[in-house]
C-alpha cells in the first residue's frame, strides 16, 4: 500500500490572475461598412427613382390605354 500525502493548493501555487485582451479591430472593417451603406443607399435611391416615375413618360403606347 501506498500512502497519497494531499496537500491544499496556496495562493502561492495558483497561477496568476491575467486581464483578457482584445484583439485590435480588422483596419478595412471600416471601409466594409461603408461599402455596405453605400449600397444601401444607391439601392434605396434607385427604387425611390422607378416607383416614382411617371407612367406617361414610359411609352405613348401605354398612356392611351390608360386613358381609355
Known sequence: MTTQ???AQTFADLPPIRMETTTAA???RSVLVTVFVLKIAIAAFLIA???LAPPVS???HYT???SN
Open 5 to 7: 500525502t494531499m496537500t
Open 26 to 28: 480588422n483596419p478595412l
Open 49 to 51: 427613382t422607378v416607383s
Open 58 to 60: 414610359a411609352n405613348a
Open 64 to 66: 392611351t390605354l390608360a
